[in-house]
């Protein structure tokens, strides 16, 4: 799990294997708010579990104003994707695939200390 950079937001990258034939296996990241661990935002779009999510530097908005800041995030999985996303905003900035070769998955990621650049690991 990872935190965002104001102590606000919790993300979980999850994953969950098919139990039956017939079922649908889901992977994305959940979202909590501080304060409202009960319905969490998620957000989906791999094909694969999601193993890690992190969050960038940076935060968007009116200063001071926490309630309506945003902040972008990163999860990978193994699918050997990265998307890119906006705390706010529903569908993905980015959608960054065929960064590794077909056998191997995204391990980690982690952002420049200024948020320029996004870096990651695979195995």
């Known amino acids: 799990p990872a935190w965002d950079p104001l102590g606000q937001l919790l ?7 098919m139990r039956h034939g017939i079922s649908t296996p889901r ?4 979202l909590f708010k501080r304060g409202e661990w009960e319905s969490p935002q998620l957000y989906r ?9 992190r969050f960038a530097p940076l935060v968007f908005g009116a200063a ?3 309630a309506e800041a945003s902040v972008v995030f990163a999860m990978a999985s193994q699918d050997g994707v ?4 906006l705390s706010s ?3 993905p900035l980015a959608v960054l695939a065929d960064l590794v070769d077909d ?8 952002w420049a200390p200024d948020g320029s ?4 690991a695979s195995g």
């Not at 779009?45 to 999510?53: D, E, K, L, M, N």
């Not at 990265?82 to 996303?85: F, L, P």
């Not at 650049?117 to 990651?120: D, H």
């Open 27 to 30: 992977y994305f990241a959940a």
């Open 11 to 17: 993300c979980f990258p999850y994953g969950e294997k």
């Open 64 to 66: 001071g104003n926490v």
């Open 82 to 85: 990265v998307s890119v996303w």
């Open 89 to 91: 905003h529903p569908a």
């Open 117 to 120: 650049a996004l870096a990651f």
């Open 45 to 53: 779009g791999h094909t694969q579990r999601v193993s890690i999510a």
């Open 103 to 110: 056998n191997c998955s995204i391990t980690d990621v982690s």
